[in-house]
């Protein structure tokens, strides 16, 4: 009786505690710095924005396509000259397409009502020499090749 | 300003009190001719002195303790007929019915109690601010005793109470049954004691929980319903009592080194350090008795590198008790802890890919200060049927934050109570009091404030037979700034239901409510992209509780040394919740929302078995928090709450080693505030909780070794958006006690 009593205890502790499946894991995602060569007065913030690999950004609008994740740089401010801010953005495995571009309203703002995203042409500016770059994301994976050097 | 606060108390109410205290002193058996009962407790077992257990006259407050070899002596007693109870942790209670006391002989009366790993207090002193038992108690308690805090050689107090039932924290904020959430560590809806004296911080409300002597705990006990009749604001969702022990009549001294070793993550991408952490804990405490009188002192210094990048912490912390004992009718107890600390500093980890490592260029960020809590009570035993209690508090913190976003904050608070027990016959006994408190905040983000409040509460018990009836109320107006802000009636009712030796069941319903703290209404504050605006309009918060639980305890069923099953039934309604709200500019104010309603129920057992050879303990737990409109209909489920709460524990004893196993489970957090989920990147995921804890311990001669693991199999997770919980820790304890 002993003995049984501990190995129901014990099994149903062990049982429990063993089947993990939902801890978190490793992500994939993609690692970078954002580098800003200028500064604008008028910008409130920069966002590195990643969206579907067969989405042209002017498009970006349309309520059919949708922005998959951003990164908002928090740095408040941005002071004119040379400034650098790292970003991660978590993705799952696919193809996508980055771009970093200046905000013209507070980032917190945007984080605040994602349904901005849906207008976000009024309020972006697009640096020099800024094209969407597409990027690989495999599974367990951070894709760290993509700094940006970007000018306002 | 006392002298305003007494002005705006309603007349009538303190003429009430005055008489009511009048009349007591009148009923009083002073000068009269007295008797006495004396004589020894000891192990049935080993027939050793047992020292500190609790004896008193049921019905009454009065009471005293034995000594370190076992014997007791009761003055001052008026002849007539007396139940003794005796108790003390880890050994069954036992009661000696039909004293006759008379004139001046002393009554001789040895005892033998029945040691029982197992047996949390049978006698409990918080749900009824006096000793009840456990199982005549209105509200749902529990208790948790040295074996069980000895047992697993927490620095931090939150470890042992995160493996009870119905208890959870975030972030180091309390919560029981849900009630809390996670405020930002503003408010809360948990009153945490030490010896029955609040100990939240003054502006925030907090708790600094590194201010809690862990080693030199007697006991915890837990109301895990609205306590707010009996201590006021931030009782609404109960109350948890640290009680700290008395110095043992013969000398003692104590040396403890804890060591312990951070695993490195169990993703390797996650790996951020070279060496693995380490945590060093090491104490020296000394007691003894002088005369009369006992005191300890305790010297703490912790340094622990920490799981994550700015989890590290040094601290040096001095405590000290002193317990004065002018013959039976007079004692006084001083506590003083003083701690010094300096921690790390994040709210946000750098990314999920480095979810240990803090944000880029914030690696400077720390805090440090200097907490000096000052504690006295005085009890006068005026006749077996009149004791008068004060309690005086004196709390001062000076905190500034280094790095980033420098920050200062300097806090006192001052707290006096007076409390009176009274019997009025065998069956009627009742308890008032009056309670008085001050704050004084000068911090950089609240601003420079300052807020009172003066209560008076009244608590009366019947028995009637099998039953016991009890019915309380508190008064309390506060003011903030010299404003008053609000003035609250809360009263409650119970019934307890006793009908044999081994079950209780209790019905009970309560209005609760918390005045909001001083950083709820004055935070001006940046963090991370998030602002926290000021809200000096909030109003306090009300809660109507309600109840219904039921107790088993029976012992020597077969191999069974002890039984134990509580259940409750529970469901909170709450009016003016205030919570940490973001608007659409990503600005937070504490707001009122609407109303809000928590309700559940709890299942929990606990046995002993196999001559204490084993011991198990099981709750389950399940809430449903919403957030409503007025009319009661469901708008949202409330944030920051696990919807089913499961903590199990195993303990083995044999052949002088024990060996023990806990695990706690906490469902997916179904509502956050500040990051969702996103389905499309699984970036911001939130799982369920399962960790599990193992130990093993072992005493030779003066000395004591315990390893423990906890977190064993390297669960992650989160509870606060972006912040990782828990690293796997193994920690070698040994202790030498002479």
Redesign the interface.
Known sequence: ??LA??II??S??LM?????P??????A?V?GAVIFTSWSDSLKGAVVV?FDKDLEFDRIDEPEY?V??YF?T?SDPISSGTSS??Y?????TGEYQLMVIGLLL????L???EELFQEIQKYIVIPENSAPRGIVIRE?K?NEQTDWYVQF | MNSQIFQKIRPWRSILYLILLVSMFAHSGFGQSKGSIQGRVTDSKTGEGLPGVNIHIQGSSYGTSSDFDGYYQLDGLIPGEYTLSFSMMGYAPYNEKNIAVVLDIPVQLSVQLKFNVLASPQVVVTSSRKAQDILESPFSVSAIGPREIEAKAVVNMIDILSYESGVSTIKGQLNIRGTSGYTMGAGTRSLLLLDGIPMLGSAAGNVTWATIPTSEVDRVEIVKSGGSALYGSSAMGGVVNIITRNAPHKPETRISTKIGVYSHPRVDEWRWRESRGLLYNTEISHSRSIGNHAAWIRIQKRSDDGFMELNWEEAVNISAKLKLNFGSAHSAAFFINILDDKAGLTSIWKSSANPFEAPEGSSNDGTQGRKVVLNGHYNYVYSPDLAIKTKTSAYWNEWSAFGVDPDYSNENRFYEEVQASKSWTKSLTSIFGLTFQQNNVNAQIFGDHNSNSFATFLLLEKRLHQFTLSAGSRWETYQVDGKRQDEVFTPQLAINWKPSPWLGLRISTGKGFRVPTVAEMFTSARRSIFTVEPNPDLISETSINREFGLTLLAGQIGFLDLFKLDAAIFHNKFENFIEPVPNSDAVIHFTNIADARIMGLELGVGLSAFNNSVDYKSAFTILDPMETDTEGEILDTLSYRHRYHWISSLGMHYWGMDASFEYRYLSRMESVELFQENDLTGADARVPIHIMNVGIGSSYQDWHFLVRVENVFQYYYTQLERNIEEERIATFTVERRF
């Open positions: 009786m002993r009593l501990l205890i014990i149903l502790l429990t505690a063993c089947e993990t939902e801890s978190l894991e490793a992500v995602g690692d990643v949708k998959i994740d908002i928090y801010v790292d991660f953005i978590q993705l799952e507070d980032p917190a703002q984080l605040a009502n367990k951070i």
